[in-house]
T-cell receptor
Framework: AAGVIQSPRHLIKEKRETATLKCYPI?????VYWYQQGPGQDPQFLIS???????DKGSIPDRFSAQQFSDYHSELNMSSLELGDSALYFC??????????????FGSGTQLSVL | RKEVEQDPGPFNVPEGATVAFNCTYS??????FFWYRQDCRKEPKLLMS???SGNEDGRFTAQLNRASQYISLLIRDSKLSDSATYLC????????????FGRGTSLIVHP
């Protein structure tokens, strides 16, 4: 079965550069979430989209933005990168319809290293 | 105080042991609960949903105690391959549909 696809798997950037992470959710899933996970930390919610509209916003810096496109793929854009942005970035998708009993399915993540 | 709290461990147990983890949550209006498993540097994978009536999947049993606001995960007959971090996820409550993760409990099963 198709899973959540994220690209790239690894990304190395320098401070103040920009980065774009991509996520392709499971077909027919209508909700996409972005999480940031630092070393030894729990995944921190950044932002989510439902049917291509932003639905919730978490601890996402103003330097970051995200959108979901007509084909349901999502991109997380990160500008003015800082050393502290180095982390694993996960995208997850789910299918709404059962209230909050939505199971998240995660992509393999993008490891961002800011030097 | 974090919304979802877990003992980070590590829990170091021999093969064949039974081990239990708890997770407490602060939002009494939370509506759905899950356990995820995460291997080092990999994505979290759904282990099981947690229902009020409790549920079992093979060697794994999950329980929800709404009155005390905690969920538990019991692993029987631990295998070496069970070594991982177990993340508690709580969703819903107060109009929020953001799945919130605990910090995870590290389990190490040794021979």
């Amino acid at each position: 079965a198709a899973g959540v696809i994220q690209s790239p798997r690894h990304l190395i950037k320098e401070k103040r550069e920009t980065a774009t992470l991509k996520c392709y959710p499971i077909p027919r899933h209508d909700t996409v979430y972005w999480y940031q996970q630092g070393p030894g930390q729990d995944p921190q919610f950044l932002i989510s989209f439902y049917e291509k509209m932003q639905s919730d916003k978490g601890s996402i810096p103003d330097r970051f933005s995200a959108q979901q496109f007509s084909d349901y793929h999502s991109e997380l854009n990160m500008s003015s990168l800082e050393l502290g942005d180095s982390a694993l970035y996960f995208c997850a998708s789910s299918l709404t319809g059962t209230g909050t009993n939505e199971k998240l399915f995660f992509g393999s993540g993008t490891q961002l290293s800011v030097l | 105080r974090k919304e979802v709290e877990q003992d980070p461990g590590p829990f170091n147990v021999p093969e064949g042991a039974t081990v239990a983890f708890n997770c407490t949550y602060s939002n009494s209006a939370s509506q759905s609960f899950f356990w995820y498993r995460q291997d080092c540097r990999k994505e979290p994978k759904l282990l099981m949903s947690v229902y009020s009536s409790g549920n079992e999947d093979g060697r794994f049993t999950a329980q929800l105690n709404r009155a005390s606001q905690y969920i538990s995960l019991l692993i029987r007959d631990s295998k070496l391959s069970d070594s991982a971090t177990y993340l508690c996820v709580v969703n819903g409550g107060g109009g929020s549909y953001i799945p919130t993760f605990g910090r995870g409990t590290s389990l190490i099963v040794h021979p």
